[in-house]
């Protein structure tokens, strides 16, 4: 039973330091560490990052999951700390706002989501909000690629999709990413609005979220092709690069970040 | 020769006329028709007397009724007049020569000379029945008499030259006053003048031509000329911080070729660069100063090429000029505990700053997530250079970000007494709040906490119940905040309610580093809290939802500007130091007076919730900015001399202000406004300063060279008809170019006027004449 052994003994050192810490709480204020610090600190609560998802008429999860995955996932590998069970919202919900980022995923069609939607779609656009389109037929129909387009012509009308160039910063926002790979890798770049500075929507087509999500049994739900594990470990972190260039926008674009990176011959 | 004649005082409108010379008339008619009429008894002696009665007696009638005066004048005959103008300005009192062997003369000396050596052309002059007018001119003109005239002994020093107005005056001499007609004037000058040649359309030449008479010029000036001039100078107004800035100066060099020099630009007084100088044979030379202004501010700048021995005047080798330097980019570093909302909304912001020169350091993985990541993972993070950021490079950062940061977990600890001495010797810090930082207690340090205005000694805790802060009356003046109460959304029911909060209490010493609090917890804990400790700014933020006032469905929008922006954009200005947000400012109506205007200070006093202060002493005072530009060889170490001073009250306004007589001369200037017991070298805030150029006029002494003079005067003479001579070489002519079509005029030198129908005698005589006529007519039997 080592597992057994293992949990008493951590719940053993846990004990100790509560113990060791409740006597320097009651100090007074003023006393620092030699560092100056508290090093006991209690833990406070947590600012979490929500990654929403629209809910539409039609398929509008075709990935059940794959925001949560991505959510376990940044927060085993970033310091972000992103809500446990992402929320799903509507285009016409006041919720839209709680968060300037909205995943919206589809397969096949997208079908009209309404003149207030739509409306509500630009304001978030217009105010800062990000959105990411993920078409889960991964290159097998372009039906999705061509509403999200039909969509976003009418919300940032004089805007259109165009090539996220491959030295974009979204490609190393976290990770140097080569090739925005998903579940299938159909396409080597994705599209993007790119107004303002910042990117206000992408649209991956090579099912992203076919990549993330983990269906009921723990095990990842689709496979992907052809590139395996290898091409699903390379999703996870393009979808990393993703939330990262979301909370963060260019900041791995600053002077700085870029003579680092080349300095070390870490990015071409 | 004398005159007179009979004046009417009142004339009646046309009926009384008619009626009183009707009356007179007929009076007389009859009289005349008695006397030749033979009556018995009355002899013709006796008629003649009634005749000569009525007539006497008709005449005091007319006299009272017209009012009329004996006016007695002496007159004599008004000759044409020829008008001398001679210079005496500045330029005038230059020496130069005929050659460069000969010896220097100054032209006002050659021009007295030319006078001398006239005096017979004058006589003649006055032998043709010229009246003869002499004339200084300078920046106005005025008649010469006595020993100045006969010698034109003159100091040459006026500051400007302008011949232009000189002729304008002569143009509107009331011929009332002087009707004597100009028959021709002769201008005596080095022909330097303020205003620009424009070779045909040169405005001199065509007041010149609307004189109608022909100018004689006689030029003062000789070829030789010993000088350095800065004749022109580029320099913009504003100029950035850190920035190259270009000044350059035209240098113009007479008679000097090989000498050596060298050209010094001064700020404030002091020389921040020099460059030697070897002066051309003749013409002229640039000389470029490129400098990165330190810091921010306004500031004379001079540029002087020192004077060499011999030269004809010193006073034309440098020249002063105000800069305002403005901060450029404003280098911030933006440090993050965590990437988030909040994170993205503020980066955005100060990104698309043109303005802002952003540096930032984000965690973007702990301890903990490093443990678990593949090590051959290809990511783009780098190290965070603490040592860099927080140790060599502190100082260049003009506003350091604390977001939401873990200072203790990233080795930052050791660094935050150095964020305490940045703030105190001027930087500007924020701190944002979130769930580490304020929250974690990670800001342990005593001599941070001594700057921060809340307790910092206390981890905060986080709580994420929305709410709606209040603003404070505090809140509702200042930069960063005032716009929520001009908006009519102080109730904040129309903005969005923030989700966390870091219930932090304010710091016991935070009377003393002069904090306020903006906004407040519904529960009465600071939201945003401001402070000023030593010379640094300070400012807390306790929530990391502030990105929530940029970002909601019901968004009010607030001058075009998202509520998020106005909040962070005041911030920024108030931290840095905006002038817009200094609580002691002074300003001055110019930046540049001419000499003798009067100059206008005014100051304005805010207390540090930015309320008008009314009863603040402000002592202020006014002292030239370094050395005084007339003293060359003053001391620049020397104790500065206060020139005026005293002390302003400040009204309910806030407001003083002070108008100076206009008795500074030339030179440069400071002005600086102090609270009264603030100290002067550690609290900056306390004082205001501003700098201002007292200049002459016009820029007489710029050029001397007497080339271009010449011609100008010589085009003068060509297009009037006149002559042009040489002073050095010509006398003046006996026979000056006058107008041919001049009419002598009539001059009334003196006038009498004896009044004959006032003092009773008219009065008398009427009654006497006419009375003694009824009378006499009576006892004859004639009435």
């Known amino acids: ?268 | 020769m004398e005159r007179w004649r009979i004046t009417a005082g009142h004339v009646p409108g046309p009926f009384g006329l008619v009626l009183v010379l009707a009356a007179v008339v007929l009076a007389i008619v009859e009289a005349a028709r008695a006397y030749r009429k033979p009556v018995p008894g009355v002899s013709p002696r006796l008629r003649a007397a009634l005749f000569a009665l009525r007539c006497a007696g008709a005449l005091a009638l007319l006299a009272v009724a017209l009012e009329l005066s004996l006016s007695f004048e002496t007159t004599s005959s008004a000759g044409p007049r020829l008008v001398v103008l001679v210079d005496d300005s500045a330029s005038m009192g230059v020496a130069d020569a005929e050659s460069p062997g000969q010896k220097a003369m100054r032209r006002i000396d050659r021009v007295r000379e030319l006078w001398r050596r006239s005096e017979p052309a004058r006589a003649a002059w006055k032998e043709q029945g010229l009246a003869v007018q002499v004339r200084r001119f300078g920046e106005g003109s005025e008649p010469l008499t006595g020993e100045t005239e006969a010698t034109l002994d003159l100091a040459a020093r006026q500051p400007a030259s302008d011949l232009t107005r000189a002729f304008a005056e002569l143009a509107a001499v009331d011929p009332a006053v002087d009707p004597r007609p100009l028959a021709g004037v002769i201008v005596v000058s080095d022909g330097l003048f303020d205003r620009a040649d424009r070779g045909a359309d040169d405005p001199l030449v065509l007041a010149g031509r609307e004189l109608g008479v022909p100018i004689t010029a006689v030029a003062a000036g000789a070829p030789h000329l010993v000088d350095l001039a800065l004749t022109e100078l580029r320099a913009g107004e504003f100029a950035f911080v850190e920035n190259v800035v270009e000044f350059a100066a035209d240098i113009e060099a007479h008679g000097l070729e090989g000498a050596k020099t060298e050209v010094v630009l001064r700020r404030d007084g002091q020389v921040v660069a020099t460059e030697p100088f070897v002066a051309p044979a003749s013409g002229q030379t640039t000389v470029r100063f490129e400098v990165a202004p330190d810091r921010v501010g306004q500031f004379v700048y001079e540029i002087e090429v020192r004077p060499v021995e011999g030269e004809a005047s010193p006073h034309n080798n440098r020249r002063a000029f105000v800069v305002k330097v403005l901060r450029d980019k404003v280098r911030a570093l933006h440090v993050a505990g965590r990437p988030d909302w909040d994170v993205r909304a503020l980066r955005t912001l100060l990104g698309r700053d043109p303005n802002v020169e952003l540096l930032s350091y984000y965690i973007l993985r702990g301890a903990d997530d490093a443990d678990r990541e593949d090590p051959f993972a290809p990511l783009s993070l780098i190290a965070f250079p603490t040592d860099e950021l927080f140790k060599e490079q502190l100082g260049s950062f003009d506003l350091v970000i604390l977001h939401n940061f873990d200072a203790l977990n990233h080795q930052v600890g050791r660094y935050l007494p150095d964020i305490g001495r940045y703030v105190e010797e001027g930087g500007a810090l924020v701190m944002i709040g979130g769930d580490m930082g304020l929250a974690t207690g990670d800001y342990p340090a005593p001599a941070l906490s001594a700057v921060v205005p809340v307790d910092l000694r206390v981890p905060t805790g986080l709580d994420t119940e929305a709410f709606r802060p209040t603003v404070t009356d505090a809140g509702r003046r200042h930069p960063i905040t005032a716009w929520i109460d001009h908006s009519g959304l102080s109730n904040w029911t129309a903005l969005p309610p923030l989700d966390s909060y870091n219930p932090a209490k304010l710091a016991r010493h935070e009377a003393e580093i002069g904090s306020a609090v903006l906004l407040r917890h519904p529960e009465g804990g600071p939201l945003l809290t401001i402070a000023e400790p030593g010379r640094g700014r300070v400012l807390v933020l306790s929530t990391g939802a502030s990105w929530r006032l940029g970002f909601h469905a019901d968004l009010p929008i607030v001058d075009g500007a998202r509520p998020y922006d106005l909040l962070w954009l005041g911030a920024i200005r108030w931290l840095l130091r905006d002038s817009a947000a200094d609580r002691l400012t002074l300003e001055t109506d110019r930046p540049t007076y001419l000499l003798g205007a009067p100059i206008t200070l005014r100051a304005a006093a805010l207390s540090p919730s930015y309320a008008p202060e009314a009863g603040v002493e402000i002592g202020w005072r006014v002292q030239p900015l370094g050395r005084a530009a007339d003293d060359p060889g003053a001391d620049p170490n020397a104790p500065v001399t206060i020139l005026s001073q005293g002390t302003w009250t400040t009204d309910a306004l806030g407001r003083a202000s002070e108008t100076l007589a206009g008795g500074l001369s030339v030179g440069a200037y400071e002005a600086v406004a102090q609270r009264a017991g603030g100290d002067e070298a550690a609290a900056a805030p306390q004082q205001a300063r501003r700098v201002f150029l007292v200049q002459a006029a016009g820029r007489e002494l710029t050029r001397l060279a007497s080339g271009p003079g010449d011609e100008r005067l010589k085009r003068l003479a060509d297009a009037t008809g006149g002559r042009f001579l040489r002073a050095a070489d010509d006398d003046l002519p006996a026979a000056p170019p006058l107008a041919p079509d001049r009419q002598d005029r009539e001059r009334v030198d003196s006038r009498r006027d004896i009044p004959v129908w006032s003092g009773g005698v008219a009065m008398v005589l009427l009654v006497v004449c006419l009375g003694g006529e009824v009378l006499v007519r009576r006892r004859i039997g004639l009435a």
């Open chain 1, 1 to 268: 039973m080592p597992r057994t052994r293992r949990s008493l003994l951590a719940g053993a050192a846990g004990l100790c330091a509560a113990a060791a810490t409740r006597p320097l709480r009651a100090q007074e204020p003023g006393l620092f560490g030699p560092l100056g610090g508290d090093e006991f600190r209690e833990p406070t609560a947590v600012l979490t990052v929500d990654l929403p998802q629209l809910q539409y008429p039609g398929k509008w999860n075709p990935r059940p999951g794959a925001m949560r995955e991505l959510a376990v996932e940044l927060r085993l590998r970033t310091r972000l700390e992103p809500v446990r069970e992402p929320s799903v919202v509507t285009a016409d919900s006041r919720r839209l706002f709680d968060t300037p980022f909205l995943y919206v995923a589809g397969e096949g069609n997208l079908p009209p989501l309404g003149a207030a939607a739509e409306t509500a779609l630009g304001r978030f656009l217009d105010l800062g909000g990000m959105i990411v389109f993920d078409a889960a037929d991964g290159g097998a129909d372009l039906g999705f690629e061509k509403d999200v387009t039909a969509l976003l012509g009418r919300i940032l009308p004089g805007a259109a999709l165009t090539r996220v160039a491959a030295d974009h910063v979204l490609y190393r926002s976290f990770y140097l990413v080569e090739t925005p790979l998903g579940r299938t890798s159909t396409f080597d770049h994705v599209l993007g609005i790119h107004e303002e500075g910042r990117l206000k929507a992408l649209l991956v087509r090579n099912d992203l979220g076919g990549a993330l999500a983990r269906g009921e049994s723990g095990l990842f739900t689709w496979p992907c092709v052809p590139g395996g594990a290898d091409q699903r470990e390379w999703a996870f972190r393009f979808a990393v690069n993703i939330l990262l260039y979301a909370t963060c926008t260019d900041y791995k674009a600053d002077r700085a970040h870029v003579e680092t990176l080349l300095r070390n011959r870490r990015w071409r």
